[in-house]
């Protein structure tokens, strides 16, 4: 098994989720072939899944290094550290991901409202990365920013996790602008896409009709197109967001920016269920993770799909391969 750069690692994620569960089906599907990844702690957790499952145990190892010669026959299983099993699988897997040990960074589910007792502070997952990673430089503007990818479509949050009604009134030209720049970037970088092309999607029914159905993007969406226009970034719109997502119309743009959670996720979701894979840009790390949740209803009962898992995998492997390559 080869690779052009280190493997992956992948956190642990919610011990009673089904990330352990689902990693161990995407190892055992991914085996033969790659990307090769370790997973930073859980060696007891893997050990019973697998028997129970039927599949091979999994291979203690002290080193990301160590995953490709052993991938083949077991799951590759860092030690654990101190600390919240879940936060602690996290902060090792960063922090070899910043030292190149690891290509790249797969991050199970957790569930934060079980960590917010134990101390966690921080909104989820991006916020916890942006800050594990603050002190690090990169090239170009820094996010977080959220995008929802899979093979048809990719979708950019401007906003993300807040009431609707907060969303639309916290929506700034600013925002759209910062959005729409870290895309741009990633798209060159991470998806070596050479002149990216962006479609800004609408506010409001039918784009504003002129503002007939409301202001916003006679107010805000105008003025962020003009300035990210002016700045060479390739973006059309604001477009009806009811007809920004058939085949026809995707063919025209490389990633959609979208103003709030729903707008991005529905289209998403729908055209690939079980195979959207969330991608934090403006990172200077790499990072994807599965577009779902712990699922802790299902979780033991074998019945978890690592669909989300893989392509997050296949697509974390892809970001670092281009990166290396990238200018």
Same mark, same amino acid.
């Given at each position: 098994?080869?690779?052009?750069?280190?493997?992956?690692?992948?956190?642990?994620?919610?011990?009673?989720?089904?990330?352990?569960?689902?990693?161990?089906?995407?190892?055992?599907?991914?085996?033969?072939?790659?990307?090769?990844?370790?997973?930073?702690? *859980?060696? !007891?957790?893997?050990?019973?899944? =697998?028997? @129970?499952?039927?599949?091979?145990?999994?291979?203690?190892?002290?080193?990301?290094? !160590?995953?490709?010669?052993?991938?083949? #026959?077991?799951?590759?299983?860092?030690?654990?550290?101190?600390? +919240?099993?879940?936060?602690?699988?996290?902060?090792?897997?960063?922090? #070899?991901?910043?030292?190149?040990?690891?290509?790249?960074?797969?991050?199970?589910? +957790?569930?934060?409202?079980?960590?917010?007792?134990? *101390? %966690?502070?921080?909104?989820?997952?991006?916020? %916890?990365?942006?800050?594990?990673?603050? !002190?690090?430089?990169?090239?170009?503007? #820094?996010?977080?920013?959220?995008?929802?990818?899979?093979?048809?479509?990719?979708? /950019?949050? /401007?906003?993300?996790?807040?009431?609707? #009604?907060?969303?639309?009134? &916290?929506?700034? &030209?600013?925002?759209?602008?910062?959005?729409?720049?870290?895309?741009?970037?990633?798209?060159?970088?991470?998806? @070596?896409?050479?002149?990216?092309?962006?479609?800004?999607?609408?506010?409001?029914?039918?784009?504003?009709?002129?503002?007939?159905?409301?202001?916003?993007?006679?107010?805000?969406?105008?003025?962020?197109?003009?300035?990210?226009?002016?700045?060479? +970034?390739?973006?059309?719109?604001?477009?009806?967001?009811?007809?920004?997502?058939? =085949?026809?119309?995707?063919?025209?743009?490389?990633?959609?920016?979208?103003?709030?959670?729903?707008?991005?996720?529905?289209?998403?979701?729908?055209?690939?269920?079980?195979? *959207?894979?969330?991608?934090?840009?403006?990172?200077?790390?790499?990072?994807? &993770?599965?577009?779902?949740?712990?699922?802790?209803?299902?979780? *033991?009962?074998?019945?978890?799909?690592?669909?989300?898992?893989?392509?997050?995998?296949?697509?974390?492997?892809? +970001?670092?391969?281009?990166?290396?390559?990238?200018?």
């Amino acid at each position: 098994m080869s690779t052009a750069h280190a493997p992956l690692i992948i956190t642990l994620g919610d011990p009673e989720g089904i990330g352990p569960e689902i990693t161990l089906k995407a190892w055992h599907a991914l085996h033969a072939t790659g990307p090769a990844f370790a997973v930073a702690g *859980g060696f !007891d957790i893997f050990a019973g899944l =697998a028997a @129970a499952l039927g599949l091979p145990p999994p291979v203690q190892v002290s080193s990301c290094a !160590d995953a490709p010669r052993v991938f083949s #026959r077991g799951l590759p299983v860092l030690p654990d550290t101190p600390g +919240i099993r879940a936060v602690a699988s996290i902060e090792d897997a960063v922090a #070899r991901t910043r030292t190149g040990e690891a290509s790249g960074l797969v991050t199970n589910p +957790i569930a934060k409202s079980a960590l917010y007792g134990q *101390g %966690f502070a921080f909104p989820g997952h991006t916020e %916890f990365l942006a800050h594990l990673t603050s !002190d690090m430089s990169m090239a170009g503007e #820094r996010g977080p920013v959220m995008m929802l990818a899979n093979t048809q479509l990719k979708t /950019v949050l /401007v906003t993300i996790h807040q009431p609707l #009604r907060d969303a639309i009134s &916290s929506l700034t &030209s600013e925002a759209v602008i910062h959005t729409a720049g870290i895309a741009f970037e990633a798209l060159k970088r991470d998806f @070596a896409i050479g002149s990216p092309r962006l479609a800004l999607a609408g506010l409001n029914p039918h784009a504003g009709e002129e503002g007939s159905m409301g202001r916003e993007e006679i107010d805000i969406l105008a003025p962020a197109l003009k300035t990210l226009r002016a700045k060479g +970034i390739a973006i059309s719109g604001p477009m009806p967001p009811d007809t920004m997502f058939h =085949a026809e119309a995707r063919a025209h743009y490389d990633a959609a920016i979208c103003l709030y959670h729903d707008q991005g996720l529905i289209p998403v979701k729908t055209l690939d269920f079980h195979g *959207g894979v969330n991608v934090t840009l403006g990172l200077p790390i790499v990072r994807t &993770s599965p577009d779902h949740g712990t699922a802790k209803d299902i979780a *033991g009962k074998g019945i978890a799909r690592p669909d989300s898992l893989i392509a997050a995998i296949r697509l974390a492997s892809d +970001i670092a391969a281009n990166r290396q390559l990238a200018p």
